[in-house]
């Protein structure tokens, strides 16, 4: 195996305007791949000038993380799989990551983004879309998708009040199995990530097998809602539950 393995692939050469604790970030470009992706770096967090003592440092800190996090997921990828950068995937990634570093969840995700932009086994799999997908999401967005990730398809509940007459208001959006809390937190998750395609919820499928809802329903985050909303279905109404599938996508 060659003795580049352990050395750094990234090196980030950055303008007087940045703060010192940023410019100890560079170190000498040891390969072509992280020479571009410096480069890339250069480009998009160059002209950056953060004006708070304490945000520099902290900006700085965050980008350290960031560096290292993507030297590392760089470094794992063998030699022979390793692909010439792709500037427009590198340079929009870091484009839009640039005001979101601090945020773990995200910072993880275009780290990842462009390691697999260099990686023969998964580039076929990344788009320059992606990045701007990323921007849009929160931490909490970037948290449900992983954990969903794991699953690809997880049961979904809508609480309703249903009267004699046929009709029904709802009176939940829709719920999951939630270790988030904030129940109308993870509902505007759900809703953010159906906006960006990224899953698929389909109130019109739903398991043959009931004890997937029955285990939702038990829950302690979504027995509480449902508890709830005994209390708040009108006189004449009673609890209905629309049982549906979240689906991740291929995107």
């Given at each position: 195996?060659?003795?580049?393995?352990?050395?750094s692939?990234?090196n980030?050469?950055l303008?007087?305007?940045?703060?010192?604790?940023?410019?100890?970030?560079?170190?000498?470009?040891?390969?072509?791949?992280?020479?571009?992706?410096?480069?890339?770096?250069?480009?998009?967090?160059?002209?950056?000038?953060?004006?708070?003592?304490?945000?520099?440092?902290?900006?700085?800190?965050?980008?350290?993380?960031?560096?290292?996090?993507?030297?590392?997921?760089?470094?794992?990828?063998?030699?022979?799989?390793?692909?010439?950068?792709?500037?427009?995937?590198?340079?929009?990634?870091?484009?839009?990551?640039?005001f979101?570093v601090?945020?773990?969840?995200?910072?993880?995700?275009?780290?990842t983004?462009?390691?697999?932009?260099?990686?023969?086994?998964?580039?076929?799999?990344?788009?320059?879309?992606?990045?701007?997908?990323?921007?849009?999401?929160?931490?909490?967005?970037?948290?449900?998708?992983k954990?969903?990730?794991?699953?690809?398809?997880?049961?979904?509940?809508v609480?309703?009040?249903?009267?004699?007459?046929?009709?029904?208001?709802?009176?939940?959006?829709?719920?999951?199995?939630?270790?988030?809390?904030?129940?109308?937190?993870?509902?505007?998750?759900?809703?953010?990530?159906?906006?960006?395609?990224?899953?698929?919820i389909?109130?019109?499928?739903?398991?043959?097998?009931?004890?997937?809802?029955?285990?939702?329903?038990?829950e302690?985050?979504?027995?509480?809602?449902?508890?709830?909303?005994?209390?708040?279905?009108?006189?004449?109404?009673?609890?209905?539950?629309?049982?549906?599938?979240?689906?991740?996508?291929?995107?």
């Amino acid at each position: 195996m060659s003795d580049n393995t352990n050395k750094s692939v990234i090196n980030i050469e950055l303008p007087d305007s940045i703060d010192t604790a940023v410019k100890n970030l560079t170190e000498k470009p040891t390969a072509t791949l992280g020479e571009t992706i410096s480069d890339c770096m250069f480009l998009v967090f160059g002209g950056i000038s953060q004006k708070a003592a304490l945000k520099r440092v902290r900006y700085a800190v965050e980008m350290d993380k960031f560096k290292n996090e993507l030297e590392e997921k760089v470094n794992a990828i063998p030699e022979e799989s390793r692909l010439e950068p792709n500037t427009h995937v590198i340079c929009t990634a870091l484009d839009n990551m640039r005001f979101c570093v601090e945020e773990k969840e995200l910072r993880e995700m275009f780290s990842t983004l462009i390691a697999n932009s260099v990686n023969a086994e998964k580039t076929e799999y990344v788009h320059p879309s992606f990045g701007e997908i990323i921007k849009q999401m929160t931490p909490l967005d970037a948290t449900i998708l992983k954990e969903m990730s794991t699953k690809r398809r997880i049961p979904v509940l809508v609480v309703k009040c249903k009267f004699e007459n046929g009709g029904e208001i709802a009176l939940t959006n829709n719920l999951i199995w939630n270790d988030w809390g904030n129940i109308n937190r993870v509902a505007a998750s759900l809703d953010n990530l159906s906006r960006l395609e990224l899953i698929n919820i389909r109130l019109e499928d739903h398991y043959t097998d009931e004890a997937a809802y029955t285990d939702l329903k038990n829950e302690t985050h979504v027995k509480n809602v449902i508890e709830l909303c005994g209390k708040r279905c009108p006189e004449g109404g009673e609890l209905s539950f629309t049982q549906g599938l979240i689906k991740i996508t291929d995107f």
